[in-house]
């Protein structure tokens, strides 16, 4: 056990497989990510804008209801 637990972080052993990746890489999956973020973030700001500033609808709760989804979405995300 303490063997598989010792290659694991050794670091002669990680640099002996495989190459370093292309920065490209790396460069793309953080735009990804921020994108995500930025997304989620536009969710709930979207959600708590909804729950502040939007009149009374006919329906009764339905405002509180588009807040709560737009929130638990943009969490989610």
Do not use: C, K
Not at 15 to 39: H, K, M
Request: overall charge positive; hydrophobic content about 50%.
């Amino acid at each position: 056990m303490w063997e598989s637990i010792r290659r694991w972080f050794d670091p002669r052993e990680l640099r002996s497989v495989g190459s370093t990746p292309d920065y490209r890489f790396s460069l793309a999956n953080e735009r990804t990510f921020l994108a995500w973020l930025r997304t989620g973030l536009a969710l709930v700001g979207g959600g708590l804008a909804t729950a502040q500033f939007l009149p009374p609808l006919p329906l009764r709760h339905l405002r509180e209801a588009i807040a709560v989804v737009l929130l638990l979405l943009g969490g989610a995300v």
